[in-house]
Nanobody, 132 residues
Framework: QVQLAESGGGSVQAGGALRLSCTRS????????LGWFRQKAGKEREPIAC???????KYADSVKGRFTISKDGTQNTIYLQMNNLNPDDTAMYICATAPCPQDLTSWGAGGFSKLGVPFGFWGQGTQVTVSS
Protein backbone atom coordinates (compact mmCIF):
# COMPACT_ATOMS: atom_id res chain seq x y z
CA GLN A 1 0.00 0.00 0.00
CA VAL A 2 1.39 3.36 -1.02
CA GLN A 3 1.06 6.14 1.54
CA LEU A 4 1.25 9.85 0.89
CA ALA A 5 1.98 12.45 3.54
CA GLU A 6 1.23 16.12 2.93
CA SER A 7 2.39 19.15 4.87
CA GLY A 8 2.58 22.90 4.54
CA GLY A 9 -1.03 24.01 4.58
CA GLY A 10 -2.24 26.91 6.65
CA SER A 11 -3.82 30.33 6.59
CA VAL A 12 -2.56 33.25 4.58
CA GLN A 13 -3.83 36.60 3.40
CA ALA A 14 -4.66 37.30 -0.21
CA GLY A 15 -1.54 37.93 -2.24
CA GLY A 16 0.52 35.70 0.01
CA ALA A 17 2.29 32.41 -0.69
CA LEU A 18 2.45 28.89 0.70
CA ARG A 19 4.51 25.83 -0.14
CA LEU A 20 3.01 22.37 0.17
CA SER A 21 5.01 19.14 0.35
CA CYS A 22 4.03 15.56 -0.31
CA THR A 23 6.14 12.46 0.25
CA ARG A 24 5.30 9.05 -1.20
CA SER A 25 6.18 6.07 0.95
CA UNK A 26 7.64 3.83 -1.74
CA UNK A 27 9.54 4.27 -4.97
CA UNK A 28 9.76 2.16 -8.08
CA UNK A 29 6.56 3.39 -9.66
CA UNK A 30 8.38 5.02 -12.53
CA UNK A 31 5.37 5.46 -14.80
CA UNK A 32 3.29 7.13 -12.11
CA UNK A 33 2.82 10.83 -11.73
CA LEU A 34 2.63 12.65 -8.44
CA GLY A 35 0.28 15.55 -8.26
CA TRP A 36 -2.18 17.75 -6.42
CA PHE A 37 -5.92 18.00 -6.33
CA ARG A 38 -8.01 20.42 -4.38
CA GLN A 39 -11.52 20.24 -3.07
CA LYS A 40 -13.40 23.38 -2.21
CA ALA A 41 -16.28 23.28 0.25
CA GLY A 42 -19.34 21.78 -1.43
CA LYS A 43 -17.50 21.17 -4.69
CA GLU A 44 -16.00 18.15 -6.40
CA ARG A 45 -12.33 17.39 -6.20
CA GLU A 46 -10.36 18.86 -9.12
CA PRO A 47 -6.84 18.15 -10.37
CA ILE A 48 -4.60 21.22 -10.39
CA ALA A 49 -1.07 19.99 -11.16
CA CYS A 50 0.95 16.85 -11.78
CA UNK A 51 4.55 16.00 -12.56
CA UNK A 52 6.08 12.90 -14.13
CA UNK A 53 9.40 11.18 -13.46
CA UNK A 54 11.08 13.30 -16.16
CA UNK A 55 9.91 16.50 -14.52
CA UNK A 56 7.26 17.34 -17.07
CA UNK A 57 4.40 19.22 -15.44
CA LYS A 58 0.80 19.92 -16.29
CA TYR A 59 -1.36 22.63 -14.69
CA ALA A 60 -5.01 23.52 -14.51
CA ASP A 61 -5.81 26.87 -16.10
CA SER A 62 -6.97 28.19 -12.72
CA VAL A 63 -3.47 27.97 -11.24
CA LYS A 64 -1.20 28.31 -14.28
CA GLY A 65 1.34 31.07 -13.78
CA ARG A 66 0.79 31.21 -10.01
CA PHE A 67 1.51 27.66 -8.83
CA THR A 68 4.64 25.63 -9.54
CA ILE A 69 4.99 21.90 -8.99
CA SER A 70 8.46 20.44 -8.53
CA LYS A 71 10.10 17.28 -7.21
CA ASP A 72 13.28 16.36 -5.41
CA GLY A 73 15.97 13.94 -6.53
CA THR A 74 14.38 10.97 -4.78
CA GLN A 75 11.38 11.10 -7.11
CA ASN A 76 9.18 10.57 -4.08
CA THR A 77 8.71 14.10 -2.75
CA ILE A 78 6.94 16.86 -4.57
CA TYR A 79 6.28 20.47 -3.75
CA LEU A 80 3.60 22.92 -4.74
CA GLN A 81 4.73 26.52 -4.54
CA MET A 82 1.60 28.66 -4.48
CA ASN A 83 2.05 32.38 -5.11
CA ASN A 84 -0.37 35.26 -5.34
CA LEU A 85 -3.04 33.32 -3.49
CA ASN A 86 -6.61 34.57 -3.47
CA PRO A 87 -9.69 33.55 -1.46
CA ASP A 88 -10.87 31.33 -4.32
CA ASP A 89 -7.83 29.12 -3.67
CA THR A 90 -9.24 28.16 -0.27
CA ALA A 91 -9.61 24.38 -0.29
CA MET A 92 -8.37 21.06 0.99
CA TYR A 93 -5.27 20.22 -1.05
CA ILE A 94 -4.80 16.51 -1.63
CA CYS A 95 -1.71 14.75 -2.94
CA ALA A 96 -2.09 11.75 -5.24
CA THR A 97 -0.03 9.29 -7.23
CA ALA A 98 -1.36 7.41 -10.23
CA PRO A 99 -0.58 6.69 -13.88
CA CYS A 100 0.19 9.93 -15.65
CA PRO A 101 -2.73 11.50 -17.51
CA GLN A 102 -2.90 12.50 -21.14
CA ASP A 103 -5.27 15.25 -20.13
CA LEU A 104 -5.03 16.70 -16.63
CA THR A 105 -8.70 17.65 -16.52
CA SER A 106 -9.72 13.97 -16.53
CA TRP A 107 -7.10 12.77 -14.05
CA GLY A 108 -8.71 11.05 -11.12
CA ALA A 109 -12.21 11.18 -12.57
CA GLY A 110 -12.81 7.54 -11.62
CA GLY A 111 -11.19 7.90 -8.23
CA PHE A 112 -8.17 5.84 -9.32
CA SER A 113 -9.89 2.51 -8.95
CA LYS A 114 -11.39 -0.05 -11.30
CA LEU A 115 -13.82 -2.74 -10.23
CA GLY A 116 -12.97 -1.85 -6.65
CA VAL A 117 -9.25 -2.31 -7.16
CA PRO A 118 -7.15 0.82 -6.59
CA PHE A 119 -4.50 1.72 -9.10
CA GLY A 120 -3.69 5.11 -7.59
CA PHE A 121 -3.42 6.49 -4.10
CA TRP A 122 -4.49 9.57 -2.16
CA GLY A 123 -3.14 11.49 0.76
CA GLN A 124 -5.29 12.78 3.62
CA GLY A 125 -5.06 16.38 2.50
CA THR A 126 -3.91 19.66 3.99
CA GLN A 127 -6.13 22.71 4.40
CA VAL A 128 -5.28 26.02 2.76
CA THR A 129 -7.29 29.06 3.76
CA VAL A 130 -6.83 32.43 2.07
CA SER A 131 -8.45 35.47 3.62
CA SER A 132 -9.21 38.73 1.88
Amino acid sequence: QVQLAESGGGSVQAGGALRLSCTRSISGISNYCLGWFRQKAGKEREPIACIDSDGRAKYADSVKGRFTISKDGTQNTIYLQMNNLNPDDTAMYICATAPCPQDLTSWGAGGFSKLGVPFGFWGQGTQVTVSS
